[in-house]
């Protein structure tokens, strides 16, 4: 246990985690890391609507990483997200025996998501 | 206890600046009367030195350098002794004589920042190799940065389906054809 006998503050940055459905694929957080911690690969998609003239174009996410070997925790990612995609957690239980382990994709990032109040 | 404020405008006179946006308190003095003002504030009671380090100033081309010190008899008051170096030349009497501590920080601030203290101890701190520029300039630049792939080249519009229809973004702070091209 860290922090309160509690565990840590609720607004402790602890990990940060993904709402991959909110992202749109904008590449803002990975330009905007200092670190160049985060990867994202995806591509775009013609997608009809009926009713519509012409097909319009939407990203699709392929993959979204974090390196938190790389990470300063900085939060300029969180803050910069247009769509609310990224969000800090108090979770901290995360070490690994490998610089490897400390890359989290997409399936990983999304199980940080913070959950309760 | 005499205010460290009254102490420094009787050692540096009109050059002493108070910062009263700062906290802890921060007063910035003249580069010249650096010695004197650590000098002046360790008889007033701040003779404990925390740390020495420089903040590079491209914007006024200047090399600051910061000291933190405290009071340990007066419930450990402290404060921030600032002062600018000129950037192309910076340099700065040493106060190791006051503070046996300093001898470390200013051989580290020396060796990142470039700011050569006089009468103090030359010899590098950390580095085994000096760099070519100190490593904390702003103007120091990373090989790393040159030859690691920037993350942030990706786009959507890249793969087969898409539609590339912006310019391209280069990763920022990185000069262009780094490490072989402007800036090495």
Redo the contacts between chains.
């Keep these: 246990m860290t922090g309160t006998p509690a565990g840590p503050p609720p607004a402790a940055r602890g990990v940060i985690g993904l709402d991959a459905a909110a992202c749109t694929?904008c590449?803002l957080c990975?330009?905007e890391?200092p670190d160049?911690c985060?990867?994202?690969?995806?591509?775009?998609?013609?997608v009809s609507e009926p009713g519509a003239r012409r097909p319009r174009?939407v990203?699709?996410l392929d993959r979204f990483a974090i390196d938190w070997a790389r990470c300063m925790y900085c939060g300029i990612c969180v803050e910069v997200c247009p769509f609310d995609a990224l969000a800090w957690s108090p979770e901290h239980r995360y070490a690994g025996a490998a610089p490897g382990d400390l890359v989290h994709d997409t399936a990983r990032l999304g199980g940080w998501w913070p959950t309760g109040s | 206890m005499t205010g460290p404020e009254t102490v420094l405008a009787a050692a540096v006179g009109d050059g002493l600046r108070h910062d009263p946006r700062s906290v802890p308190e921060a007063y910035d003095v003249p580069p010249a009367a650096w010695h004197e003002a650590v000098a002046a504030l360790r008889a007033a009671g701040f003779t404990y030195l925390d740390f020495l380090t420089g903040v590079d100033r491209p914007d006024e081309a200047a090399v600051e350098v910061v000291a933190h010190l405290a009071a340990p008899d007066d419930r450990w008051r402290h404060l921030l002794l600032r002062t600018r170096t000129d950037a192309a030349a910076p340099g700065l009497a040493s106060v190791a004589d006051l503070h046996l501590g300093a001898a470390w920080h200013e051989r580290e601030t020396r060796e990142m920042f470039g700011v050569e203290f006089a009468g103090g101890d030359p010899r590098p701190l950390l580095l085994t190799v000096a760099a070519p520029v100190p490593p904390l300039r702003k103007h120091a630049l990373l090989t790393a940065r040159g030859v690691?792939p920037?993350?942030?080249a990706?786009?959507?519009?890249d793969?087969?389906?898409?539609?590339p229809s912006r310019r391209r973004?280069r990763?920022?702070g990185v000069p262009e054809g780094w490490p072989r091209g402007e800036g090495s």
């Design positions: 694929s590449m990975v330009r890391c160049w985060i990867e994202l690969e995806s591509h775009q998609e013609q174009t990203n699709v | 690691v920037w993350p942030g990706a786009d959507p519009a793969g087969p389906g898409g539609n973004v990763a920022p």
